[in-house]
């Protein structure tokens, strides 16, 4: 491999090969590897593997290999690369130094991937060249493949579900996460892999260009996703309390995820099917027209609060969703009348729909069904995609001027 850094790749060789030696020697004391017992398809016998867990051997050591003179030359040597900056800059639950993230994210790496291709710790010049190499690669590529994994819980899905810009819902793999993150196990929700609505992960996917330092707002992105997932299905569903990012297959950092998105409102658990998977993208997308529309963002957030409160908040919260959605300056009544108008297709669903939503303006709690037409309201005011046309529209169409406007959630009902 033509090197593109020969200090870097000096540095870097010092101190994998220092690390190599510190980790041999703490073997040869009596330190143990941690296995894993995989087992793969083999026909009528299945095949068994034995697997070193080396990067929970690493981990452990981290500050001991942090500490190791030869790691500050090859800090030095990354600080001076441009393309490193973006590593300069990865999260790990927190607060952390641009030398730490970078150890985490470039120096720890390169040993780990070493030591894992040689299967132990005796040094192998051609493991480390194929593990710089990968690390050039990345540094010195046109793009980079950034990804942000988030644990989802209180719904389930058969298949993976695209919901558009880059972020999807899918079954999580077995050992996916603690493979990179070996703290992962305690980070993780309880019981996530082993329920049908804790068996998926939400995840944004998304190439950088090369000359691009900032990460994306992953937090405020799968944040977005999981309100649109919970508009389109009503399932009480939340994100761990942190994602998991990586950077070209490398683990890069662990950010905490919002509180709204990482709260389980109560419910009972849903799946989500092909029909809601496509609402949900549609949703999506739609959401960001809230940054333009006041009320519109007024509304969602007062919704999504509604689900985590109480009596009488709980019912406040959809008043105020409610009147800032479709009401304005004309008030709750007015919002009443137009959803009861927007949500029943027929004389017999508008009227039980004012009926319901008369009382949750008259101060009585909301029942379920009254909550769920506050939701079917918003869906629809976002598909819609213009709200003060659709607030018009409705005027108009109470006053016979037009017809009534075409409901998009007749089917979900």
């Known amino acids: 491999m033509a090197v593109r850094a020969p200090h870097l790749h000096g540095s870097l060789r010092l101190f994998a090969l220092a690390s190599s030696a510190l980790l041999s020697q703490d073997v040869e004391a009596g330190a143990e590897v941690p296995f894993a017992f995989d087992e793969h398809e083999g026909g009528k016998r299945p095949l068994y593997e034995y697997r070193p867990l080396v990067s929970a051997y690493i981990e452990v050591r981290a500050g001991r290999l942090a500490a190791i003179p030869d790691a500050l030359s090859a800090l030095e040597e990354l600080r001076r690369e441009p393309a490193a900056a973006i590593f300069a800059r990865a999260h790990a639950g927190g607060e952390t130094s641009e030398s730490n993230a970078l150890i985490r994210t470039v120096l720890l790496p390169v040993v780990t991937a070493a030591a894992e291709s040689c299967g132990g710790f005796d040094w192998s010049d051609e493991a480390f060249e194929r593990a710089y190499g990968e690390l050039e690669r990345s540094l010195f590529g046109k793009q980079r493949a950034y990804a942000a994994v988030a644990p989802l819980i209180g719904i389930g899905a058969a298949t993976q579900v695209d919901l558009g810009r880059g972020i999807r819902v899918r079954v999580a793999a077995a050992g996916e996460l603690s493979a990179h993150w070996p703290d992962a196990s305690r980070l993780l929700p309880p019981a996530f892999g082993r329920e049908p609505d804790r068996v998926c992960v939400l995840e944004l996917e998304r190439p950088l260009e090369a000359a691009e330092v900032e990460p994306p707002d992953a937090p405020g992105e799968l944040a977005d996703a999981l309100s649109a997932l919970r508009l389109a299905t009503a399932a009480p569903a939340a994100v761990g309390p942190v994602l998991f990012e990586r950077l070209d297959w490398r683990p890069y950092g662990i950010r905490p995820a919002l509180p709204i998105a990482a709260t389980q409102p109560p419910g009972e658990p849903s799946r989500l099917d092909p029909f809601r998977g496509k609402l949900a993208r549609d949703l999506l997308e739609r959401i960001s027209a809230a940054d333009d529309d ?103 169409s109470l006053l016979g001027l037009r017809a009534r406007p075409t409901g998009f959630l007749t089917a979900v009902a």
């Open 294 to 396: 006041p009320e519109l963002a007024e509304a969602l957030d007062r919704w999504e609060l509604s689900l985590f409160a109480s009596e009488p908040f709980r019912s406040e919260q959809l008043r105020e969703a409610l009147t800032a959605l479709l009401g304005g300056a004309d008030g709750l009544w007015a919002a009443t009348v137009r959803t009861a108008l927007l949500l029943g297709e027929t004389a017999r669903e508008r009227a039980d729909q004012l009926e319901r939503l008369r009382a949750l303006g008259g101060g009585e709690p909301a029942t379920p069904s009254t909550a769920n037409a506050v939701r079917r309201a918003l869906v629809e005011t976002l598909l819609h995609g213009d709200r003060p046309a659709l607030v018009i529209a409705l005027d108009e």
